[in-house]
Each structure stands twice: as C-alpha cells, then as structure tokens.
C-alpha cells in the first residue's frame, strides 16, 4: 500500500557528486521522519542522514559537511545530495520513511529496494 522508489544512484569517480531521490507513493495518510542508510558488504545497514517533517536533520559524523538530506513534503520526495565522494561511500543506499497509511492508526517504517552508488576511479 505504500511504495518508496529510489533513483539517481551510479558510479562515479573519487571527489564526483550524485543526487538520489526517493519518492514515496501509495495510499499515504502522513509521513513522518524520511532518511537515507546504506549497506556496503560485509557490513551493517547504517544511518547517513535523516531529516524530520519539520526539516530538522542529522547526518553520521562520516558523512558530514559533504552531504545534504532535503524534502518536498508536497511531493513526498526526500533528496540525498553527496559531493565529494570517497571509495568508502561505496554501498547500496536505502530510502526509509515513517509513514501512516489513510485508515491506519499508527504510522510504520517502509524501505525501498535500494540504490547502488560505486565510487571508484
């Protein structure tokens, strides 16, 4: 009932930029915190960024002064900006968003499929 599409990963070379999008869609009542994570193999599935309804965000320390996470509420699109990327950053990158679905009384955490971003020269 409720779908988070990510897009806009890739490869690109050590200092390039990508910009990912998530869009989430469905039968959506409200959405709540939206935030990207990544999982590069052999490792856990961590937190890059998350930002709140309200605009408030965070971001991992690895991450900071190079990344930006913005949203259209009105759109229901959340945005990951990376400059300066590093080999490191290497990981399948994941849109997560907690949303109420219209007729539901909470709100749950929904994932998309991921998005694959390869820094490497």
């Known amino acids: 009932q409720v779908q988070l599409v990510e897009s806009g990963g890739g490869l690109v070379q050590p200092g390039g930029s990508l910009r990912l999008s998530c869009a989430a869609s469905?039968?959506?009542?409200?959405?709540?915190?939206m935030g990207w994570y990544r999982q590069a193999p052999g490792k856990q599935r961590e937190l890059v960024a998350a930002?709140?309804?309200?605009?408030?965000?965070n971001a991992a320390d690895s991450v900071k002064g190079r990344i930006t996470i913005s949203r259209d509420n009105a759109k229901n699109m959340v945005y990951l900006q990376m400059n300066s990327l590093k080999p490191e950053d290497t990981a399948v990158y994941y849109c997560?968003?907690?949303?109420?679905?219209?007729?539901?009384?909470?709100?749950?955490?929904?994932w998309g499929q991921g998005t694959q971003v390869t820094v490497s020269s």
């Open positions: 997560n968003a907690e949303v109420r679905p219209t007729g539901w009384g909470h709100a749950d955490d929904y």
């Open positions: 469905g039968n959506i009542f409200s959405i709540y915190g």
């Open positions: 930002i709140t309804s309200g605009g408030s965000t």
